[in-house]
């Protein structure tokens, strides 16, 4: 129970960190043309471009590859059903930032600040760089604007999640199937049931949400 509790923890997690960081480089827009084969799913006002989509699967891919090697093979691609799963991230992606924006979750210019000098990617010996910011977004061909526009975003999700996790049931202090001598395996189960029951309260709300949107997918576009 232990090993399948942190699988589908992880998973829910992972899927939702890589959507994240397309998220950022992104962005997210209104729907402003009908018919474009480029976006393949529209939530409420917003478009999830395909490229989005495919930048997204190809880190999942990459990710997954690296972990299992020569295990990943068809059979464990098509067990993880990656195609919907990325599709799924992405729309929940959305769905939150359109209940942040309902709730009247902001950030501030000040925690906008804070969050990108945190960021490792653009630090030197541990410390902010500006020119290092400047150039890894110019070699994403994104102006800072775009991209501080993009992680604000990011981070008004991020605060969402958070609000929605600590609604989330809290598992009792000592599994009653683990060894009371066995500490670590009682800390690692306590841990495990923590995640997924973070992980349930989001996806839960977001079921919920779903059915008040307009959501449109185009399953064509994504083979």
């Known amino acids: 129970m232990l090993r399948a509790m942190r699988q589908h923890a992880k998973y829910f997690y ?5 959507v994240i960081l397309s998220f950022i480089f992104w962005g997210v827009g209104t729907v402003d043309k009908s018919g474009d084969t480029n976006i393949v799913a529209e939530v409420g006002g ?3 471009p395909a490229e989005e989509y495919w930048q997204s699967y190809d880190r999942i891919y990459k990710f997954y590859r690296e972990i299992y090697k020569e295990k990943f093979d068809e059979a464990m691609q098509k067990s993880l059903n990656l195609k ?5 991230s992405l729309i929940e992606n959305r769905v939150l930032l359109i209940a942040a924006k309902d709730n009247g979750i902001t ?3 000040a925690e906008l600040n804070e969050a990108i000098k945190s960021e490792p990617a653009f630090m030197k010996d541990g ?3 500006n020119d290092i910011y400047q150039n890894r977004l110019r070699l994403n061909r994104l102006t800072p ?11 008004i999700v991020e605060k969402m999640k958070r609000m929605i996790e600590l609604s989330a049931p809290v598992p009792p202090e000592e599994p009653t199937n683990v060894a009371a001598q066995d500490d670590q395996a009682a800390k690692a189960l306590r841990e495990a049931m923590k995640n997924n029951a973070r992980a349930s309260a989001v996806r839960a709300y977001v079921e919920g949400l779903k059915k008040g949107l307009k959501i449109k997918i185009y399953p064509e576009r994504l083979s």
């Open 14 to 18: 992972v899927l939702f960190f890589i």
């Open 46 to 48: 917003y478009k999830i």
């Open 84 to 88: 919907e799963g990325v599709l799924n």
């Open 107 to 109: 950030v501030s210019d």
């Open 127 to 129: 410390v902010f760089d």
């Open 145 to 155: 604007e775009a991209y501080e526009a993009a992680k604000r975003e990011d981070l």
